[in-house]
């Protein structure tokens, strides 16, 4: 594939796992799986078009409100993730990084991001951001703790610093943010971040995305005008 100039950074709000294992007349547990062996092929599409950031929007803040079921099983794809495809994440070039609250994770998920960032830490063909326990407003007041607690006073915040002190940052703000499954909002992802970003809503559940849908996006993001306000 060609590098792609134009697009930097793409989110993914990963939604219809559920209601794709309803429609197939399956577990719920069993959408959560094709979930996130879509999520692993969305990865590898955005390397080979070139674009620097994929962020997916794996777990959020409100999930922790779920079924203890579902919840342990999320924890343990996660867990199964960080042992076991670490070493192909490693192979293809990918740094790999965690945002959100990760202090609310189970101890030994927290000790298997840690192995598998500093393991990734220098890769460079494609940064893959996993939103886990992430929530847009818990990551803005994270932010202004760090500098409340860092006394920097109130004439020195401006938005460029007030994005040095987010999970994200160093990074750009995503070109284009894709959801699935029919919802027409954000919930909560990425919400400082998505202030001039192009949004995506398609009817399709997430583990019926195809390569084809991620190439139709970017060609629509493409013919559209990004003004910026001017």
């Not at 594939?1 to 429609?23: E, F, L, T, V, Y």
């Not at 007041?141 to 002190?165: F, H, N, Q, R």
């Not at 190439?215 to 993001?221: A, C, G, P, R």
Request: charged share 30%; aromatic share 10%; hydrophobic share 35%.
């Amino acid at each position: 594939m060609k590098q792609n100039s134009q697009i930097r950074h793409i989110g993914i709000i990963m939604d219809g796992n559920r209601r794709w294992a309803k429609n197939q007349g399956l577990p719920a547990l069993i959408g959560h799986k094709k979930g996130y062996e879509k999520m692993k092929a969305a990865g590898k599409w955005c390397a080979d078009r070139g674009i620097g950031i994929l962020t997916v929007y794996a777990f959020s803040s409100e999930n922790w409100n779920r079924s203890k079921e579902e919840v342990n099983y999320l924890m343990n794809l996660f867990r199964r993730a960080l042992k076991n495809e670490i070493a192909e994440i490693h192979k293809n070039g990918i740094k790999m990084k965690v945002i959100g609250q990760k202090e609310k994770l189970p101890e030994d998920i927290q000790d298997l991001i840690k192995r598998a960032e500093e393991k990734t830490k220098a890769n460079k063909k494609l940064l893959f951001n996993i939103a886990i326990s992430y929530g847009g407003r818990p990551e803005i007041v994270s932010a202004i703790k760090k500098m409340i607690a860092e006394k920097i006073p109130a004439s020195k915040i401006t938005e460029d610093l007030v994005a040095k002190y987010l999970w994200t940052k160093g990074q750009p703000d995503p070109d284009i943010i894709i959801r699935t499954s029919g919802e027409q909002r954000l919930s909560n992802f990425l919400t400082w971040q998505s202030a001039y970003t192009e949004l995506f809503f398609i009817k399709k559940h997430w583990p019926d995305f195809e390569e084809k849908d991620l190439d139709e996006i970017i060609k629509e993001y493409s013919e559209r005008q990004r003004r910026f306000g001017k």
